[in-house]
Antibody
């Protein structure tokens, strides 16, 4: 069974650093893009960043470029999203998701999702 | 960046009735449009891609249409499990796939 299991909820202060994780199982981790989506409280979905673990090719949404860092460790089939200096506005649920290539549509759709990691940043 | 705008923000429909959700792109995305459903406390679920292709296992009461800048998701006979938030997503602009702000489908 293809599964993504995310790390637990975090409560941090502004200015602190954080790294959340997404452990993949049941498929060839290196050969699929994996990405992160943000959902702020009572708000919609925002595309954050994606990574191709096989060669660590990374792509960021312009809104998040320079604000977060995506990475992956193929040896433990885990993707990460990290911050060096959190802000209150980073408070959100962060979902990781596998991107499956629907060839007929030339579309990398998010077909399997993690359960979400709640990040709360408050002084 | 392509901006996706969904309407209405909230739609109230009775079970068994038909729901029509709209999504508009700020520029043409051809047929490169997907729909996701999200229920409270759950991650999103892919429903439709290529504007009208249903994901595996999706009931036929869900149908998508449109191309260019105007898209529609129709749920023909609402079941209790269909009440959720629906998001459109364009994927014409790889890798910057942008979502709409969502339509909440609630029970009337």
């Amino acid at each position: 069974e293809v599964q993504l299991v995310q790390s637990g909820a975090e409560v941090k202060k502004p200015g602190e650093s954080l790294k959340i994780s997404c452990k993949a199982s049941g498929y060839n981790f290196a050969k699929y893009w994996i990405g992160w989506v943000r959902q702020m409280p009572e708000k919609g979905l925002e595309w954050v960043a994606i990574i191709f673990p096989d060669d660590s090719d990374t792509r960021y949404s312009p809104s998040f470029q320079g604000q977060v860092t995506i990475s992956a460790d193929r040896s433990i089939t885990t993707a990460y999203l990290q911050w060096t200096s959190l802000k209150a506005s980073d408070t959100a649920i962060y979902y990781c998701a596998r991107l499956f290539y629907y060839a007929s549509a030339n579309y990398y759709g998010m077909d399997v999702w993690g359960q979400g990691t709640t990040v709360t940043v408050s002084s | 960046e392509i901006v996706m705008t969904q309407s209405p923000a909230t739609l109230s429909v009775s079970p068994g009735e038909r729901a029509t959700l709209s999504c508009r792109a700020s520029q043409s995305v051809n047929s490169n449009l997907a729909w996701y459903q999200q229920k409270p406390g759950q991650p999103p679920r892919l429903l439709i891609y290529a504007a009208s292709t249903r994901a595996t296992g999706l009931p036929a009461r869900f149908s998508g249409s449109g191309s260019g800048t105007e898209f529609t998701l129709i749920i023909s006979s609402l079941q209790s499990e269909d009440f959720a938030v629906y998001y459109c997503q364009q994927y014409n602009d790889w890798p910057l796939y942008t979502f709409g702000q969502g339509t909440k489908l609630e029970i009337k």
